[in-house]
């Protein structure tokens, strides 16, 4: 019914002729120039605009030196949380102080009024003036004399300096009686001050009675008062 396929003679190709040539395609001859044209365009830049590639000793100094900052920064990291406690302590030992001082003045207060009290029942000195010796007591005691004055200024207002000396009327162990001039003692007087202290008198004298007097930097007499020896 169908007539049957028949198979093709073989045909050698006539002599002189050749395989047909497989061409290279196209895509792939792109992709070659492509990536040719790539990699020198990179290393043109890389020669022409960027930074100049680093040897192997200067990569290593610069890792060097980021360490050593590294270092540095967690030493001035260091010092400054120190610093920080250091200011916290010091911080809380001042508000310890004020709270001190608060206290203290409180404290101070009674005893402010009680001199302001005791300065206006004191007993005026008899001469009078702006520096007054309103009271004193005097003993003999082992050779010496022992002393104890208040003296109070009406004008505080700066600091006076000068000294303080004893005239003594006394009598010595063979009966001799005499008056002897102590050397002045340096003195610094507030507006009340107690001034007491022991200085030795001559060849065991003993003190009877004793004038006191207060005088400034350039000798004059600015208060002056006598009292007798207790003992």
């Not at 120190?82 to 508000?95: D, F, G, I, K, R």
């Not at 206006?120 to 309103?134: K, T």
């Not at 002897?180 to 008198?201: C, F, M, R």
Request: net charge positive.
């Amino acid at each position: 019914m169908f007539g049957r396929s028949r198979p093709k003679a073989f045909k050698p190709y006539p002599l002189g002729a050749t395989k047909p040539r497989r061409r290279v395609p196209r895509w792939l001859v792109w992709l070659v120039v492509g990536v040719v044209l790539g990699a020198g365009s990179l290393l043109y830049v890389q020669q022409e605009y960027m930074p100049a590639r680093l040897s192997v000793g200067e990569s290593e100094r610069l890792t060097m030196q980021a360490s050593q900052l590294s270092e540095a920064l967690a030493q001035a990291q260091a010092q400054l949380e120190q610093s920080n406690a250091q200011l916290a302590v010091q911080q809380a030992q001042s508000e310890d102080l004020a709270g001190r001082l608060t206290k203290a003045q409180t404290a101070l207060k009674p005893l402010q009024d009680d001199l302001a009290l005791l300065q206006e029942v004191l007993p005026a000195d008899p001469r009078g003036g702006d520096m007054q010796i309103r009271a004193g007591r005097f003993y003999n005691e082992n050779g010496a004399l022992s002393y104890h004055l208040v003296v109070t200024r009406e004008d505080a207002s700066q600091p006076f300096k000068g000294a303080v000396q004893f005239t003594v009327e006394g009598r010595y162990p063979n009966g001799r009686t005499a008056t002897v001039n102590l050397d002045p003692i340096a003195q610094e007087l507030g507006e009340y001050q107690n001034v007491q202290g022991t200085v030795a008198l001559p060849d065991g004298m003993q003190a009877r009675q004793i004038t006191t007097r207060i005088t400034s930097d350039d000798g004059r007499v600015q208060a002056m008062r006598v009292i007798n020896s207790r003992n």
